[in-house]
């Protein structure tokens, strides 16, 4: 299957079970179920419900067991960019070309569909009957993780860092929660360590060169193709790969983590090759 | 054991095991960390996690299975207050005769904290081994309780509410979480669900007392003694009970929910007594 194919799979169970699960909550101020809805289904990628859904199919063949983490990976992702849009974080007015959730509704309602997104998403998980599972994707999204690593983002701003520095904010911010995906989906169908370890190196590869491309993009995107305004993280200062070693040595970092991530999956076989051919796919995108 | 005592000693309790717990972690922002244990450790007064641990302590004897429970009620009531006192909030400068979190630090550190403080909750609760409490917690704290809660009591700002309405903002803000202390503290030492409806019933007349004691308060007490301006709710022209009611008939509800509260214990016999003079303590503080 195409990784493309993969991902719109994948997107339609997860946000079909979104969708349910929102549809089965009453007595909540319609402002703020409107605000996460409107975030909720802005029209992201969904890469992580699609890496927790594909690892629990690789190890059990069956990715329902991990539909839960999925949904609940996603909400805290869309928690977290409502959060990091806030005035006093990022101060971003337009996400995926759309106004912002302060912006299309308030900063206080913005905070609270937040609050309320990250509540939900352990509500959610929860369903998976598994401690193991809410703890894991509580420290993957909290202070030691993306929590921090967006703290750590904002006290970088204005700051020539180095490149450990850099790696250390990107591993937080954004590959805690990708190499949890993969983890808890495989946990989900109670996969063995030895099935966790190796995803868990996948999502460590496949996170650093998502990030890479991530800042490739941000210099040589074009607003209409990112729906963000293109050099956004280059007017607030902040330190990317590309300011740091420059465009090609940045191409080449992410081809060479896209390889580990590749190589990662060697115990798994032919079955892995979706997603092997998703992480250099995601590489190779546009947006 | 007088109402005082009670409360001190199992502040202790979950003091330590707070403490504890915050120095196990690693890799956080110094910052992060910091804005944390200021806001986790400006001297409240503890009262969910009590309700906890002696829910706990009056159906099994023993409240050790209920500190995780404690634990993460607290954090959720304290990031719940960082949250509320934003300049896009209530915009609040002082909580407990303090600075509030975002003066202390900044805006964005505040809303960090509470996100970490939330998330690290849940990592907490899943301590107990219980998905079951898991998801009692995330409800009551969620859209549909505390979170909505707040929605509604911005929505309800500069509004002349009535009772109904009133009733519904202070069942979602503040009578969830105490509800769900006594519930979540119950369910830790697995008891029975007459003994949880019993709890149940005692939570909600107590978290009812305890809401028209706060408006009163906000009324009659001082600054000095509640270390917070005295008609801070009036000057944001929120809907009290003395402003809907007036002062006496404030009073009268108030001794009805503490005598619902302490009828609702008749099954447990006098081992409840704490918990009884409990319901009389607090509605009869001057902060």
Redesign the interface.
Known sequence: MPPSEFLQSKAKKTEAALAHYLDS?????D???EA?RYSLFAGGKRLRPALALGAAELVSGDDAPALPVACAIEMIHT?SLI?DD?P??DDDDLRRGKPTCHKAF????A??A???L???A??MV???????I??EI??A????GM??G???D??GEGQQLDMAHLQRIHR?KTGALIRVSLRAGAMAVHASDAQIDALTAYGEHLGLAFQITDDILDVVGNEEVLGKPVGSDTSLEKSTYPALVGLDESRRLAKEAVDAAIDALVAFGDEADVFRELATFLTSREA
Chains 1, 2 share one sequence.
């Open positions: 909550w009453s007595g909540v101020p402002t703020l179920l996460i928690y959060h806030l006093s974080m308030s900063e206080s309602a905070i609270l937040g609050d309320g990250l509540t939900m352990f509500d929860a369903e998976t009957g598994s401690t193991a809410v703890q509580a420290r999204a909290g202070v030691a929590v921090g967006q703290q750590f904002l006290e937080a």
